[in-house]
């Protein structure tokens, strides 16, 4: 065989192996680069709440802010039953990211309260986002001023085996109120509104954002106080318990009642497992801190997230790349 022919298949060889090269590249084999591309797509599922509540429009916003920020992300918020509930979707994986309480998740991760027995050790905190505040609601003409003054009282704690019963109870201790102490009432706030304005409790207790509709709604009919929680008290509560933060309910919050009420919150906060690897992780948590704008339109709450207090009252392992990220 002559040179020119042996140089003409050494050409049409190297042609053959650089045309195989590009086919794998494309996809063109059964394995690789399929499975490549398919690699790079990222769907995150996030639960967040009932869809009259605030979990959902800021879960809706995350999804976007994601969305629009991470290549190949495909990210959607889904209504849940909030937080208990978004804790058990983690933990079976159907979800990814979750909005929750900061001592519902807390207790998850102990095994304590409603998780006795159920502990959820894998999960990882993303970042702390606004306060839920711990309100206890009485009439003026009960004569009630302090927590400690409702000793011997009737007094509405929140649904049986609630986070916000938790609080109530929680906050009682640090008294010295036991249950043994008071008439319990185990009742929704709904309920508890209710019973306060026909004299059939002393108190109510609940957790949400300021200003409560269920509160307005019985200040507009008759006087109400908002018993404080004096910063020492506080302050040893956030030693037992640190998903705690202090807070301050301002004066006018609610209708004929102007003074300012120090006050404990638990914080909302973004959930994942430990099965969220440290650079996704680090990527949405820069996502979202970067999109505060959004955030802040979809509720009212969101003008309450900053990146300066992400970490306040952060109760469990955080995940790697997000916590590289608010250390930057």
């Known amino acids: 065989m002559g040179l020119r022919k042996l140089s003409k298949l050494a050409v049409f060889g190297v042609l053959l192996a650089f045309a195989a090269t590009l086919l794998a590249g494309c996809g063109g084999g059964s394995s690789g680069g399929g499975e490549k591309k398919d690699a790079a797509k990222k769907f995150i599922n996030i639960a967040t709440g009932g869809t009259a509540g605030t979990y959902y429009p800021i879960g809706g916003a995350m999804a976007e802010i994601l969305n629009k920020a991470i290549p190949g992300m495909n990210a959607s918020a889904q209504s849940t039953g ?14 990814d990211l979750a909005i929750v309480q ?4 807390f207790y998850a991760s102990n095994g304590t309260e409603m998780f006795k027995d159920k502990k959820v050790g894998n999960l990882r905190g ?4 606004y306060p839920e505040t711990c309100q206890f609601v009485t009439l003026e003409k009960s004569g009630i001023k302090s927590v400690s003054d409702c000793k011997g009282k009737k ?4 649904a ?40 059939n409790v002393d108190a109510a207790f609940v957790t949400a954002g300021y200003p409560t509709a269920a509160i307005q709604d019985i200040a507009s009919q008759n006087p109400v106080r908002l018993l404080p929680v004096e910063p020492a008290k ?33 914080m909302a906060m ?5 099965k969220l690897d440290d650079k996704l992780g680090y990527d949405i948590t820069k996502a979202l801190f970067s999109g505060l704008d959004r955030l802040q339109a979809a509720h009212s709450v969101g003008k309450l997230i900053t990146k300066a ?3 306040k009252g952060m109760s469990i392992k955080m995940n790697g790349g997000a916590e590289k990220y608010f250390k930057e």
């Open 82 to 95: 909030a937080s208990v509930a978004n804790i058990n979707m983690l933990k079976d994986g159907s979800v």
């Open 102 to 105: 900061n001592d519902i998740t």
């Open 126 to 129: 993303i970042a702390t986002l």
């Open 155 to 158: 007094i509405a704690v929140g």
């Open 160 to 199: 049986a085996g609630s986070g916000t019963e938790a609080n109530a109870r929680q906050i009682l201790e640090a008294y010295g109120i036991t249950y043994k102490d008071i008439e319990v009432q185990y009742l929704s706030f709904g309920e508890a509104a209710s019973a306060l304005k026909d004299g």
């Open 234 to 266: 506080a302050d040893a509560m956030i030693a037992k318990y640190p998903f705690y933060t202090k807070t301050t309910i301002p004066k006018g919050t609610y209708a004929g009642f102007n003074e300012d009420v120090p006050a404990v919150a638990v």
């Open 270 to 274: 973004l959930v994942a497992t430990d």
């Open 309 to 311: 207090g992400a970490t």
